[in-house]
T-cell receptor
Framework: AQSVSQHNHHVILSEAASLELGCNYS??????LFWYVQYPGQHLQLLLK??????LVKGIKGFEAEFIKSKFSFNLRKPSVQWSDTAEYFC???????????FGTGTQLKVEL | EAQVTQNPRYLITVTGKKLTVTCSQN?????MSWYRQDPGLGLRQIYY???????DKGDVPEGYKVSRKEKRNFPLILESPSPNQTSLYFC???????????FGPGTRLTVL
């Protein structure tokens, strides 16, 4: 069965620091990859997605992610975080064979002023 | 406004009392899904539906039922709720399973 690992469960950064959140998945076939964000008290929203093509994808609010097929990774990055980026971030993988979306356990990001 | 709605948003119930959480989308999406969110476990898929009358189990289907009689609605049924089903539940929809999913606002369920 496919699985998604997010290694950082809690991350605390100061404003303007750079962010990188790790995501690894276990599936050898074609995948569609997503990062979702959940701001406090809100539902999940899509940050960015990768289906094919350029492995470096840009999303909303200055976030980007790089798909590295050989490493089964899809890490999320942002050069300079803001206090408003405080949220929980979820990596998710869709594999066509299973027709279902598998989420990682999430990373709680707290950005301090 | 394109949206996924869920009702109720908050529910406190007792063990064994059947309940239904409704989910409705107005985007004409084929794919709908239910997830539960628990601290430290992320979101886990309960059931999904590729289209009307087509449903399948996700990763944690035990204790839940679903039906998809109309494209827009995908209710989640707990026939005999137990305390371990206390959780935050999200409904989601998308054009197809592999596209962006649009999430509802969540239903916080407490089973005493």
């Amino acid at each position: 069965a496919q699985s998604v690992s997010q290694h950082n469960h809690h991350v605390i950064l100061s404003e303007a620091a750079s962010l990188e959140l790790g995501c690894n998945y276990s599936y050898g076939g074609t995948v569609n990859l997503f990062w979702y964000v959940q701001y406090p008290g809100q539902h999940l929203q899509l940050l960015l997605k990768y289906f094919s093509g350029d492995p470096l994808v840009k999303g909303i609010k200055g976030f980007e992610a790089e798909f590295i097929k050989s490493k089964f990774s899809f890490n999320l990055r942002k050069p300079s975080v803001q206090w408003s980026d405080t949220a929980e971030y979820f990596c998710a993988v869709f594999t066509g064979g299973g027709n279902k979306l598998t989420f990682g356990t999430g990373t709680q990001l707290k950005v301090e002023l | 406004e394109a949206q996924v709605t869920q009702n109720p948003r908050y529910l406190i119930t007792v063990t064994g009392k059947k309940l239904t959480v409704t989910c409705s989308q107005n985007m004409n999406h084929e794919y709908m899904s239910w997830y539960r969110q628990d601290p430290g476990l992320g979101l886990r898929q309960i059931y999904y539906s590729m289209n009307v009358e087509v449903t399948d189990k996700g990763d944690v289907p035990e204790g839940y039922k679903v039906s998809r009689k109309e494209k827009r609605n995908f209710p989640l049924i707990l026939e005999s709720p137990s305390p371990n089903q206390t959780s935050l539940y999200f409904c989601a929809s998308s054009t197809t399973g592999y596209n962006e999913q649009f999430f509802g606002p969540g239903t916080r369920l407490t089973v005493l």
